[in-house]
């Protein structure tokens, strides 16, 4: 269980950031920045992964009447501008500055951090590790499924109220029957495939794709 063994040794206020959805084929990237109460933080914080999405949604809703948060969003188009990792820390960088104050430390999920002036921690698998990312991933993940589930009641077709915008089997096949939406990362590998193809189709073939 992720604890308060790495926040204890850094100056406060100790922000912990994580994102959700650098994978998907579509939607955005989110990042979350948390600081965490000095009492009363939430029990059964954990990586957002090793929760069900009903906890998950729980935690979320404790976290937002107990600490401070800060979100930032990258959407699809910027993430074939920037490529997905730019993207990542950009949100990350969004999600900090959203907070409002200066941070006395960030401790971030990963290996990379932005560029940034903070004081900061890199921290591989810091969502199973730190209680603060650990609260950020979760805060990500359900800000990230929420908006998806958003999406899905304007393209139902792609199924992304179960596959979030992962390459999941019904997600792949709606894409070769439907197309793309706007909603699409061109530069992921099965979207870009469609582009190459309808590039090399002739235009009857294409018709109705990208709507």
Not at 92 to 120: F, I, Y
Request: some cysteine; aromatic content about 4%.
């Amino acid at each position: 269980m992720p604890s308060l063994k790495h926040e204890k040794l850094c100056l406060a206020p100790v922000v912990g950031v994580d994102e959700a959805g650098r994978g998907p084929l579509a939607g955005p990237v989110v990042a979350a920045a948390v600081i965490l109460p000095a009492k009363g933080v939430p029990r059964g914080i954990d990586d957002s992964k090793k929760l069900p999405a009903a906890e998950r949604a729980r935690l979320h809703d404790r976290l937002r009447g107990c600490a401070q948060i800060g979100i930032g969003i990258v959407e699809a188009g910027e993430i074939d501008t920037l490529n997905i990792y730019w993207a990542t820390m950009k949100a990350m960088t969004l999600a900090v500055e959203a907070l409002g104050c200066a941070p006395g430390h960030v401790l971030v999920d990963g290996n990379r951090l932005p560029k940034w002036s903070h004081a900061a921690t890199a921290i591989v698998s810091g969502d199973a590790i730190s209680l603060s990312i650990a609260a950020a991933s979760i805060v990500a993940k359900h800000t990230r499924d929420t908006i998806m589930l958003a999406h899905h009641e304007a393209h139902p077709q792609y199924g992304w109220i179960t596959n979030k915008g992962y390459s999941a089997p019904e997600h792949l096949r709606a894409l070769r029957e439907h197309g793309p939406s706007p909603l699409h990362r061109r530069s992921f590998a099965p979207v870009a495939a469609f582009f190459r193809e309808a590039e090399s189709s002739p235009p009857h073939a294409i018709a109705g794709a990208c709507g």
